[in-house]
Structure formats: C-alpha cells, structure tokens
T-cell receptor, first 109, second 116 residues
Framework: LAKTTQPISMDSYEGQEVNITCSHN???????ITWYQQFPSQGPRFIIQ???TKVTNEVASLFIPADRKSSTLSLPRVSLSDTAVYYC??????????FGRGTSLIVHP | ETGVTQTPRHLVMGMTNKKSLKCEQH?????MYWYKQSAKKPLELMFV???????ENNSVPSRFSPECPNSSHLFLHLHTLQPEDSALYLC???????????????FGNGTRLTVT
C-alpha cells in the first residue's frame, strides 16, 4: 500500500490559487491517485482522480509528473467555502480506501 | 444530496443501550463501508461489504455488529458501548472495488454518536 505524505495545514486568501502537493514515493504501477474534500461534520466528497499527466474537472485540476512519485491538487480562485480538509489517496485494483490526516486548508477573507 | 442517506443524524445512548445505525444508497453500488471518525483523528475503516459479503473487519470490537441485508442497505448494531466510542460514524458506497481502477466513494453525512 503506497504511503502518502501531505502538509498538515495550509492557509490562503480568497481569489488565490491553492496547490496541495502529496508525496507517494512507492506508488505502484497500477495505482491511481484520488483526492477527497471533507467539511466539518460531513462525509468526504470525491474531487478528482488521475493516473498520469493532468486531469481537470469543474472543481479542480490534478497534476501528476512523469515519475508519479507526487501529485498536486490545484484549486483555482478559492473562496471561503473551500475551507476544508483535503485527502490524497493512492491505490489500485481491490484497493480499500484508507484515509490519512489530510491537509487542513483555511481560506481567509 | 450525496445519494447515501444515514439515519439518525444524531444519537445519544447510554452504555447499556442497544441501538442501530442505518445507511441506505440508491446509486446502484455494490460495495458499502463503515468508517469511524473521532475528534481530531483520521477516518478509521471499520467494515467493508462487497455484494453483501463482508470482506473486511478492521479489528473492530464485537460491541459493533454490522449487517448488510442487500446491496442498498447497511446497518451498524451497537450494544454496551463505551464513552470512547463517541464519534462520527460514516457510511459510504462505491462500485465493486475489485475493478481495475479505484471507484469513488460516496459518503453519507454520518451519525454523530455520543455515549454517556
């Protein structure tokens, strides 16, 4: 199971772009990278998933370099409502999602 | 609305009580999960069911008893709990997790359990 490392916390301001990097040095060939967002007293919500290069959806972008040993979740122009905990998960076939402590993002006015 | 509904949203119970948490999904998923989230701690996986069969029991004490009568419903039966069992209990569902790429988890909003 690939171990992930991400910053415990980050601060930003409204309107800025936020990049949260996750390290996963022992990622396996068949592993995917998945990010979730969690607000207080709610369940996590799927944001984005990718295998290589770049993936973009209406919420975020996910950048994965060629060696796949890290990935960066990019949130464009954050607002106060983006204050949440963001989790990076790595796994492939038959993977049971295991959550770490995540990154607590606080967006300031 | 996440497609996964958990009831009740809040529950207070004494240590000698018996109660059950309910989870229901209408997303057509085949896998269902129970997670526990204590204050300031990461989510802890408790149980996993795939096609109604339990595939994972993460060393959970026997005072927690899961039940999955069909792919749409999941229960967590509670009895003789301890105060340290107070936490947010989250249910999730996904497609069959044995496929080639991870299937996104869809979580409910949880049951906030307080054991007195």
């Amino acid at each position: 199971l690939a171990k992930t490392t991400q910053p415990i916390s980050m601060d930003s301001y409204e309107g800025q772009e936020v990049n949260i990097t996750c390290s996963h040095n022992n990622i396996a060939t068949n592993d995917y990278i998945t990010w979730y967002q969690q607000f207080p007293s709610q369940g996590p919500r799927f944001i984005i998933q990718g295998y290589k290069t770049k993936v973009t959806n209406e919420v975020a972008s996910l950048f994965i370099p060629a060696d796949r040993k890290s990935s960066t979740l990019s949130l464009p122009r954050v607002s106060l409502s983006d204050t949440a905990v963001y989790y990076c998960l790595v796994g492939g076939r038959s993977y049971i999602p295991t959550f770490g402590r995540g990154t607590s993002l606080i967006v300031h006015p | 609305e996440t497609g996964v509904t958990q009831t009740p949203r809040h529950l207070v119970m004494g240590m000698t009580n018996k109660k059950s948490l309910k989870c229901e999904q209408h997303l057509g998923h085949n896998a269902m999960y129970w997670y526990k989230q204590s204050a300031k701690k990461p989510l802890e996986l408790m149980f996993v069911y795939n096609f109604k069969e339990q595939t994972e029991n993460n060393s959970v004490p026997s005072r927690f008893s899961p039940e999955c009568p069909n792919s749409s419903h999941l229960f967590l039966h509670l009895h003789t709990l301890q105060p340290e069992d107070s936490a947010l209990y989250l249910c999730a569902s996904s497609q069959d997790f044995r496929v080639s790429e991870p299937s996104a988890l869809h979580f409910g909003n949880g049951t906030r359990l307080t054991v007195t």
